[in-house]
C-alpha cells in the first residue's frame, strides 16, 4: 500500500478484556516499530521488529503485553486483560532498512480506551 | 527516561512570526530527527541530520546539531496557522538498541 495502515482506528473496550491491534507497513519496509503514546506526552517505544524477529522487546510494559510479525509484513500487538492504564495511541512505524540513517514511517495509529 | 527533550514543552506565537524549538540528549547518537504531530495521531517525519553535520535546510525548516552540547534546534521561519502541532525529536543511538528514541515534544500554536 501507499502507507503504513493501522486498525482499528479507535478501539473502546472493558477491563478485563483482550484487544489485537494491527499494522500494516508499507511493503519492502523490513523494520518495524510499536510506539505507546499517552495524551500529552511523548512516544514510549515498545517493541521493534527486523522482518519476523523481535530483537527488542525491552518497553513491553508487562508480559499482558505481546507482539508478532508475518514475514516483513503485518504485524499485531496483543494486549490482554486490559487495564485502564493501557488506555493511549498505539502508533506502528516502519523503515525502509535499519533504522538507521533512515525516516520513519507512521500509520495514524490505534486510540485505545479501556473503560 | 527519555533520550532527547524538547523544549520549551509549549509555545505560542503570532502568525508571521519563526518559532523555535530545542531538543536536548544525552547519548552518543547516529543522527536526530524532527517529526510534527497533528491531533494527536500519525507522526510526519520533517528533516534528518547526520552526526556530521551542523546545519540543514528544508523549505521553511532549519535545523542544527551540536553535538559537543547534545542540542538541537529547529527553526520553522515565517509561520502559518497549519504550523499549528506537536513537534518531537528523535535520536538514533550509536550503541545499543535499534530504536528511534523521542523526546516528549514541543506543542506550538500559531495564532492568526
Known amino acids: 500500500g501507499a502507507g503504513v495502515s493501522q486498525s482499528p482506528s479507535n478501539k473502546v473496550t472493558e477491563k478485563g478484556k483482550d484487544v489485537e491491534l494491527r499494522c500494516d507497513p508499507i511493503?519492502?519496509?523490513?523494520?518495524l516499530y510499536w510506539y505507546r503514546q499517552r495524551l500529552g506526552q511523548g512516544l514510549e517505544f515498545l517493541i521493534y521488529f527486523q522482518g519476523n524477529s523481535a530483537p527488542d522487546k525491552s518497553g513491553l510494559p508487562s508480559d499482558r503485553f505481546s507482539a508478532e510479525r508475518t514475514g516483513e509484513s503485518v504485524s499485531t500487538l496483543t494486549i490482554q486483560r486490559t487495564q485502564q492504564e493501557d488506555s493511549a495511541v498505539y502508533l506502528c512505524?516502519?523503515?525502509?532498512?535499519?533504522?538507521?540513517?533512515?525516516?520513519?514511517?507512521f500509520g495514524q495509529g490505534t486510540r485505545l480506551t479501556v473503560v | 527516561s527519555q533520550q532527547g527533550e524538547e523544549d520549551p514543552q509549549a509555545l505560542s506565537i503570532q502568525e508571521g512570526e519563526n518559532a523555535t524549538m530545542n531538543c536536548s540528549y544525552k547519548?552518543?547518537?547516529?543522527?536526530l530527527q524532527w517529526y510534527r504531530q497533528n491531533s494527536g495521531r500519525g507522526l510526519v517525519h520533517l528533516i534528518l541530520?547526520?552526526?556530521?553535520?551542523r546545519e540543514k535546510h528544508s523549505g521553511r525548516l532549519r535545523v542544527t546539531l551540536d553535538t559537543s552540547k547534545k542540542s538541537s534546534s529547529l527553526l520553522i521561519t515565517a509561520s502559518r496557522a497549519a504550523d499549528t502541532a506537536s513537534y518531537f525529536c528523535?535520536?538514533?543511538?550509536?550503541?545499543?538498541?535499534?530504536?528511534?528514541?523521542f523526546g516528549q515534544g514541543t506543542r506550538l500554536t500559531i495564532n492568526p
Open positions: 541530520i547526520r552526526s556530521n553535520e
Open positions: 511493503s519492502g519496509h523490513t523494520a
Open positions: 528523535a535520536t538514533g543511538p550509536i550503541q545499543g538498541a535499534q530504536k528511534l528514541v
Open positions: 512505524a516502519c523503515f525502509r532498512r535499519g533504522f538507521l540513517g533512515s525516516e520513519a514511517f
Open positions: 547519548t552518543s547518537i547516529n543522527n
